[in-house]
């Protein structure tokens, strides 16, 4: 992926983590397509493609609301960080997947859920329920 759009605000750089890289890599470990079924990111894509809004006037403006923290590249949705940053938007699984690899991989970082969050956005990623799958994760285990 392109990810000259993580580099464009970031004082670093961008990604340069294997982490990001293993996370992301073609084949099984790839994000989903938007557009994919029981996707977080559908209402997002149908509005910045489309401009296709939910039914019902609470919904549909709180989706232009928040959909202005989100941009659309390639393909891919990214959401912009309270630094400027774009993170790419992943679906839940990959995001369980990348905070399995971070919390028990090989650099294991048994860690509090909150800093585990904080380390995949820091590697560029984004998914609404990353704390609550922390939590999960961090009670589930055994070492």
């Known amino acids: 992926m392109d990810d000259s759009l993580s580099r464009q605000n970031s004082p670093s750089g961008g990604l ?8 992301c890599a073609p084949g099984e470990g790839s994000p989903q397509p938007i557009g994919a079924p029981e996707d977080w990111m559908m209402p997002f894509s149908d509005f910045l493609q489309r401009g296709n ?45 990348l905070l399995l690899d971070i919390h028990a ?17 820091r590697h560029g ?3 609404p329920t990353a704390l609550t799958d922390a939590r999960d994760i961090i009670r589930t285990c055994k070492g």
């Open 53 to 97: 809004l939910p039914d019902g006037a609470t919904d549909a403006r709180r989706l232009v609301q928040r959909a202005k923290s989100y941009k659309l590249a390639g393909g891919q949705i990214y959401r912009r960080s309270a630094s400027g940053v774009l993170l790419q938007c992943v679906p839940p699984k990959e995001g369980k997947k």
């Open 16 to 23: 340069t983590s294997a982490l990001a890289s293993e996370a």
């Open 105 to 121: 991989g090989i650099y294991a970082h048994h860690a509090a859920p909150r800093a585990l969050v904080v380390k995949s956005f």
């Open 125 to 127: 990623f984004y998914w």
